[in-house]
Structure formats: structure tokens, C-alpha cells
Antibody, heavy 117, light 111 residues
């Protein structure tokens, strides 16, 4: 059974750093792209970027380039999304999802990130 | 890259059919047959309903169908059921620079 299990909710202050994770199982983790999707409170889905764990090839949406870093550790089948300096506007639910031929077939349960002073 | 354009809301009675549109450009929806649709219930993760414009994943009822004409893709739900009430998002491949873009989402209400 394919599963993507994300790390738990986080509460952070502006300026702090953060790294959230997404662990894949039940499939060949290195053979499929993993994507990250943002959903701000009460808003729609936003495509952030993707990574191919096999060789760490990474692509970012222009809107998120330079704002976040996507990485992966294939030895533990885990992808990451990180911020070096959080802003209040980063408050959102973040989903990881397995990508096949430009669509997301399996999704993680989401990680809620709250940034507040 | 601007989000794809979807109606904010649509509604229908049980048993009826509804269609949700998703309008993009020749750089995304019109340029590739890589449109997908996702259903999201409140507080839940999105679920894939349609991929490659009109293909249904295993387990998705055949009441859900997808199509595309020019720069506009459509999701049609026939025989509406109460459990279909949810938010629906389209998504399209948009080339090797932008890669992917979602629509703004449509809230489906089953009356």
C-alpha cells in the first residue's frame, strides 16, 4: 500500500527556520517525483515544486523559487520542505504528493505550519 | 504563472449533472493533455479524480468524467450524490519552467 506520512504540526515564530518531512512507503521511492503543495487558510491549492529522489533533481514554481528549499534523503525514503526564515504569510497546510506523469496520485495527510509572534 | 480559472461555486440537486470548467492558456491546458482533477473534502487531503484529461483512477466512480476543448478543460459529475459535495481543483502541466499550476478551486454544493 502506497503511503506518504508527513511530520506533525508546527508552531513557529517569524524569523525561525523549519524543516518538515514526508516519508514514502509501499513503492519505489527513488523512481517517482515527490511534489509539495501549499494551501493557505481558506484558500486553494498552490503548486510549490517537485523533487526526483533518485538524483535529487528539483524544480520550483517561479512563485516559490528562493523562498523554500526542497530536498530528499533516498536512504530513508523521505522528502523535505524547509524555510530558513519563516514569515507570518507562510502559515498554511503543506501537502506532499507522489507524482506520476504530471499528476499527483497519492497524497500525504498534510502538515499545518503556524507562524505567529 | 497565473492560476487556472474555475468558477467559485456550482450546485445541483441529487441525481442531476454538473460541469466544472477550468480555463487556462495555450501554455498550459491548451498545450498539453496533462490536466488532472482533485476532490477535497473539508479538513482532508485532496484526492485524484481524473488524470490525463479524461482518465479515471481505479476506484473513482464512472459518474466522474473529464474532457478538454482548446484552452478549457471540464469535469462533469453525473448522478450527483450528497458525498460529492466538496471542493474541486483542476491542475495542468505548464512546461518545463513553471511545471505545474492549479485552478483556484470550485465549491460544489449538492442541494
Amino acid at each position: 500500500e502506497v503511503q506518504l506520512v508527513q511530520s506533525g504540526a508546527e508552531v513557529k515564530k517569524p524569523g525561525e527556520s523549519l524543516k518538515i518531512s514526508c516519508k514514502g512507503s509501499g513503492y519505489s521511492f527513488t523512481s517517482y517525483w515527490i511534489g509539495w503543495v501549499r494551501q493557505m487558510p481558506g484558500k486553494g491549492l498552490e503548486w510549490m515544486g517537485i523533487i526526483y529522489p533518485g538524483d535529487s533533481d528539483t524544480r520550483y514554481s517561479p512563485s516559490f523559487q528562493g523562498q523554500v528549499t526542497i530536498s530528499a534523503d533516498k536512504s530513508i525514503s523521505t522528502a523535505y520542505l524547509q524555510w530558513s526564515s519563516l514569515k507570518a504569510s507562510d502559515t498554511a497546510m503543506y501537502y506532499c504528493a507522489k507524482m506520476v506523469n504530471y499528476y499527483f496520485d497519492y497524497w500525504g495527510q498534510g502538515t499545518l505550519v503556524t507562524v505567529s509572534s | 504563472q497565473s492560476a487556472l480559472t474555475q468558477p467559485r461555486s456550482v450546485s445541483g440537486s441529487p441525481g442531476q449533472s454538473v460541469t466544472i470548467s477550468c480555463t487556462g492558456t495555450s501554455s498550459d491546458v491548451g498545450g498539453y493533455n496533462y490536466v488532472s482533477w482533485y476532490q477535497q473534502h473539508p479538513g482532508k487531503a485532496p484526492k485524484l479524480m481524473i488524470y490525463d484529461v479524461s482518465k479515471r483512477p481505479s476506484g473513482v466512480p464512472d459518474r466522474f468524467s473529464g474532457s478538454k476543448s482548446g484552452n478549457t478543460a471540464s469535469l462533469t459529475i453525473s448522478g450527483l450524490q450528497a458525498e460529492d459535495e466538496a471542493d474541486y481543483y483542476c491542475c495542468s502541466y505548464a512546461g518545463s519552467y513553471t511545471f505545474g499550476v492549479f485552478g483556484g478551486g470550485t465549491k460544489l454544493t449538492v442541494l
